[in-house]
């Protein structure tokens, strides 16, 4: 029961409270725990920390070539660690609980719970009308990753192991569905459909998933085409203003040419904007920060000031894009040991035809390697501080290992 409740807790604190000091508690009563037990460490396990900790030491030995403040350097020491200490802590956690699907089961829960949060802050709002998309989203959230991962593990039991009424089932699927639908987050969308995919094997190159693929990437050209025909705006009330936001979404990480002295302009392409600023001053150091980067405590100089979080700022330690983000602070080295990463995950769904557990497992791991691949671009990749992917990867982790023994056992 212990076990579970620190599962819950964990989940809970990383992806719904975002609170960096409850989690540091529940890393440190796990820490705790491990005094007292010698949890063996796999192999995929052990190549996961190690690339993620030779980010870290590529970004660390580059701080002693900068003059970065220290308190600069301890907030990204613990922005590079966390991933390797949340995973870690899922591995053992999940390693010590008899239910070994649990884990699924903590996951749809803690998402039902936060859908129906979710829908009491937003559906007052949406029912009010009148409001821009930024507004609704402000006051009610900007997305969560845990409610598709609740839908979708939800959709694949096959078993209804987790509800025992068909029809209770059905309500909860309209619930999540309707939750995700009300944050207007083009990723989340997007990640419904790549995750699904991804689950059911069909991004494993064959000539079937190919023609899956290319169904789905013309079924997208095709919706993103019309909408580009449509006369829009930032400013546009309801679903309008969700529509620009899709429109403008290639340019917002891609686009090059940013006149900064137009806000419009500037904050539609602020993640291309603060993307090309970190690649022009690595640029700017030299050699050295490009293939090992500007190391721990590093600040992404933007020449202007710009309201973030509340603040004016002018110098920021973190951006959108994960592979810049990376690159800037761990330089080519880093970045490629990242792809690695995600590489080594992705081939999880070339997997042998064992029990059904230990294919679904290593499809998860696939998709989470996918996950990253896409989410990279906006939102940090797997250095986004409150994504349940990380959970998900130190507990899939484990059951991989723990159901491929299952089956050598039988």
Not at 99 to 107: E, N, V, W
Not at 320 to 333: E, Q, R, S, T, W
């Amino acid at each position: 029961m212990v076990y579970k409740i620190l599962l819950i807790a964990l989940i809970t604190f990383v992806t719904t409270i975002k609170s960096d000091v409850l989690l540091v508690l529940i890393l440190f009563l796990t820490l705790l725990l491990l005094l007292f037990y010698n949890p063996k460490i796999k192999a995929q396990l052990l190549e996961v920390i190690l690339i993620l900790l030779a980010i870290f030491f590529t970004a660390f030995i580059s701080t002693f070539f900068e003059d970065n403040i220290l308190y600069n350097i301890i907030r990204d020491s613990w922005y590079l660690l966390k991933p390797v200490l949340i995973i870690f802590a899922a591995y053992f956690i999940i390693s010590k609980i008899q239910d070994k699907l649990f884990l699924f089961k903590a996951i749809i829960y803690v998402g039902i719970f936060t859908a129906i949060i979710h829908l009491i802050n937003v559906l007052p709002i949406v029912i009010e009308g009148g409001r821009r998309i930024s507004e609704i989203r402000g006051s009610s959230g900007r997305g969560n990753i845990l409610e598709v991962f609740s839908l979708t593990f939800l959709f694949f039991n096959r078993e209804n192991r987790f509800f025992k009424s068909k029809y209770l089932k059905y309500a909860v699927y309209a619930l999540l569905i309707l939750s995700i639908l009300l944050y207007f987050s083009r990723t989340m969308l997007l990640l419904i459909f790549v995750i699904s995919f991804s689950m059911k094997g069909y991004l494993k190159i064959t000539n079937r998933s190919l023609r899956y693929i290319a169904v789905s990437l013309i079924s997208i050209l095709s919706i993103f085409a019309y909408i580009n025909t449509l006369d829009i705006s930032a400013d546009s009330p309801g679903i309008n203003g969700f529509l620009y936001k899709v429109k403008i979404a290639p340019s917002e990480i891609f686009e090059t040419e940013i006149d900064i002295n137009d806000p419009r302009d500037l904050w539609d392409h602020f993640r291309a904007y603060e993307a090309i600023k970190a690649i022009e001053l690595s640029k700017k150091e030299g050699i050295r920060a490009v293939i090992f980067g500007n190391g721990l405590g590093s600040l992404v100089d933007l020449d202007l000031k710009v309201k973030l979080s509340g603040e004016e700022l002018q110098y920021i330690p973190i951006i959108h894009n994960g592979y810049v983000f990376i690159f800037f602070k761990a330089g080519l080295v880093g970045l490629f040991l990242y792809l690695l990463l995600l590489l080594k995950l992705y081939l999880n769904i070339y997997h042998s035809n064992l029990n059904d557990k230990y294919i679904f497992t290593r499809r998860l791991l696939s998709t989470i390697g996918i996950y990253y691949l896409l989410t990279s671009f906006v939102i940090t990749g797997i250095y986004n501080p409150s994504d349940i992917c990380l959970i998900l990867l130190g507990g899939a982790l484990f059951l991989e290992s723990y159901f491929k023994k299952l089956e050598k056992v039988k």
